[in-house]
């Protein structure tokens, strides 16, 4: 008697998912562009379904940050150089740690993370920032595999997503992606080592670079302490007010 209800609920819910994955890999590959406005009714009809799993997507997107919304639209994020440092000090606090705990794991189990590195090479020397982009995201996909918390890699995950769509701008140049290429060939190297240190510095200064090569894809103006190369978050406290934003 009670299984026929349950059905009905799951149904919607399952729909949902779907369209939130959907309207996520397009942020990812940033074919939705910074202050683009999400209207409900052509995105239903582009995916198919109708207003409710769209409008309960994109507001699941907006609560984790990836979506802006004033309460009657959507638009993908314009980011600050605030929001800049509040993403990259989680990842500062978060990735060296969790890829220090998997470096011995890794030692024996690089396969997947080997294979990344050589599409993203691969995709490097053929100048194809789109598959770059991909070999990069699947690079990150394959060490989380490797970390036994699941609500870390889901940590890491959302805030990795936050700076996608800038990214998606920054690896069409060819400059970024040797920076980029360098960086996971640093990694790499120390998790072949089974090495917890190296690790942990290498991906300490992949995230400084690509923290920077963001800032100088948005425009922004890096304040003299910053620019010497700190750490978001690691040094002094932070002056700026949350209503400046």
């Known amino acids: ?3 026929a209800p349950m059905l009905r609920l799951q149904r919607p819910q399952a729909l949902a998912e779907q369209v939130y994955r959907a309207l996520r890999d397009r942020l990812r590959s940033g074919a939705i562009g910074a202050g683009e406005v999400l209207q409900e009714v052509p995105l239903a009809a582009q995916l198919g379904v109708s207003r409710t799993p769209v409008r309960e997507a994109m507001a699941r997107l907006a609560s984790e940050g990836l979506l802006a919304s004033d309460r009657r639209s959507f638009a993908a994020p314009a980011l600050t150089l605030a929001d800049v440092d509040d993403i990259y000090e989680l990842r500062f606090l978060l990735e060296p740690a969790a890829m220090r705990g998997i470096a011995a794991r890794a030692a024996q189990a690089r ?4 294979a990344a590195l050589a599409a993203a090479a691969a995709a490097h020397r053929a100048g194809d920032a789109a598959a770059f982009r991909e070999a990069n995201v699947a690079y990150r996909q394959a060490w ?3 970390v036994p918390n699941a609500r870390l890699v889901r940590i890491i995950e959302l805030y990795a997503d936050h700076m996608q769509h800038i990214r998606a701008l920054t690896l069409g140049e060819a400059r970024v992606r040797t920076i980029v290429l360098r960086g996971l060939q640093r990694i790499t190297a120390a998790l072949a080592a089974g090495d917890a240190d190296a690790a942990e510095h290498a991906v300490r200064a992949h995230l400084q670079q690509a923290r920077l090569a963001f800032v100088e894809a948005l425009g922004l103006k890096t304040p003299p ?4 190369g700190s750490t978001p978050g690691a040094a002094a406290p932070r002056r700026r007010s949350r209503k400046s934003r």
């Open 225 to 228: 302490a910053r620019a010497a």
């Open 1 to 3: 008697m009670d299984a």
């Open 111 to 114: 396969a997947p993370i080997e």
């Open 144 to 146: 989380l595999k490797l």
